[in-house]
């Protein structure tokens, strides 16, 4: 019992080494608008598309929530299409889809449903888009942006774009798109790697020690 309760003090500790500063897991705001003010949506056609650019800083995070600010009359679109992309970094536009969520009613309070595990590379752009598609012709107003240049978090991007055709013909470097973006830290594998070498160290010595007689 007594060797037990030494083992698990032991790795209590290696976890800190591992994890400096912290020893659970902290969600980290790595974009944010919504607590800035927002101007006016602006009507868009059926099929428009709308989307936000982050980056991440030096750590890979694992995404826990996507908040977006969405207009009122966005509850009478009929197909409401979301995607996460990484970046092309030679035109600085949105490239691969990693996420993608059809809604046919406006997401409650705007939080977007990660339903699989989305990853983000450290260092890297990424882009979280809009479509909102209706029965008629004109969309209803749909996805807030504010005139502040100035977003929070550890991703400070105001690059958004804008596109009447689905794909990207506008990209403006101001009057972000409201959202938040929050995410996990994800350990570095030299960090797991050291951890796991502790352990098998103290499962070498136990079975090392010689046995009373």
């Keep these: 019992m007594k060797l037990k309760t030494s083992l698990l003090s032991i ?57 977006l600010s969405l207009a009122t009359g966005i509850s009478a679109a009929t197909d409401i299409k979301i995607n996460i992309w990484d970046n092309d970094s030679t035109i600085n536009q949105p490239n691969k889809s990693i996420f993608y969520a059809d809604y046919t009613v406006a997401p409650t309070n705007g939080e977007i449903d990660l339903f699989q595990s989305v990853v983000l590379d450290p260092n890297s752009k990424y882009w979280v888009s809009m479509q909102v598609f209706s029965s008629g012709t004109i969309a209803v107003p749909s996805w807030n942006f504010t005139e502040s240049s100035t977003p929070g978090g550890v991703g400070v991007q105001p690059n958004r774009a804008v596109s009447t055709s ?10 972000p798109q409201m959202m938040k973006v929050e995410g996990t830290a994800v350990p570095e594998p030299s960090s797991m790697v ?15 020690r010689p046995r009373r007689a």
């Design 194 to 208: 050291a951890l796991l070498l502790g352990v098998a160290t103290l499962v070498g010595v136990k079975k090392l």
């Design 166 to 175: 689905g794909g990207v013909t506008s990209v403006f470097t101001s009057e």
């Design 11 to 67: 790795l209590s500790a290696l976890a800190v080494v591992a994890c400096p500063g912290t020893t659970q897991a902290l969600s980290v705001e790595i974009f944010d608008t919504l607590d800035e003010t927002d101007a006016s949506p602006l009507g868009f056609m059926s099929g428009d598309f709308l989307a936000q650019q982050f980056i991440t800083d030096d750590s890979a995070y694992a995404l826990d929530r996507i908040t």
